[in-house]
């Protein structure tokens, strides 16, 4: 399985995640979390920064949105190294 299509998967299985979500909604947004900062990971390893920065930004805004900041340290270090990724392409 290639990256890219796995990580197309994995942005299919979050919509139907967000979709379902259930009646435990508490546990169904950190899950969306978690996933969200898990995609953004996965393009910045196939140097997707555009995708990653997508992921990133949508999962930081539903962090304050719910205010759940359980892994707001780590979803800000994915962003950071989305951005560290960026400029070393604007650079070259």
């Known amino acids: ?8 998967l ?3 299985h979050l919509a139907d995640r967000i979709r379902a979500g259930g009646s435990d909604r508490r546990r169904t947004e950190v899950s ?3 996933f969200l900062g898990a995609l953004a990971q996965g393009y910045a390893q196939s140097s997707q920064t ?7 930004d949508e999962a930081l805004r539903l962090m304050e949105k719910n205010d759940e900041r ?5 979803l800000y270090r ?3 190294e989305l951005l560290l990724q960026q400029a070393g392409k604007l650079r070259d």
């Open 32 to 34: 969306v979390l978690q």
């Open 1 to 8: 399985l290639e990256l890219d299509q796995a990580l197309r």
């Open 78 to 80: 994915i962003k950071s």
């Open 50 to 56: 555009q995708e990653g920065q997508r992921a990133i």
């Open 10 to 12: 994995e942005r299919a």
């Open 70 to 74: 359980f892994c707001e340290a780590e």
